[in-house]
């Protein structure tokens, strides 16, 4: 993946969802990314960005909380 990647401007529509999904975590909480992409790809359907573009947007939203990010969206090999 080349860096150019996550520097294009955020979508509003991902950015919102993005941002609602982290509103339902409490301080200390687990963030899942797992269960965060299925609820950033419910409310916002017609997202451009890809999984990995999303999961960036929600370590850095993520970033400065006292949330855990468990990176679990990945099937084992």
Do not use: K
Request: hydrophobic share 45%.
């Amino acid at each position: 993946m080349q860096p150019a990647s996550h520097a294009a401007v955020v979508d509003a529509d991902a950015y919102d969802a993005v941002f609602t999904t982290l509103l339902e975590y409490h301080p200390d909480d687990i963030v899942s990314t797992h269960m965060a992409l299925g609820e950033v790809r419910r409310l916002a359907p017609d997202c451009p960005l890809d999984d990995e573009q999303l999961i960036s947007l929600i370590v850095r939203m993520a970033t400065g909380t006292t949330m855990v990010v468990s990176f679990d969206h990945r099937e084992a090999a």
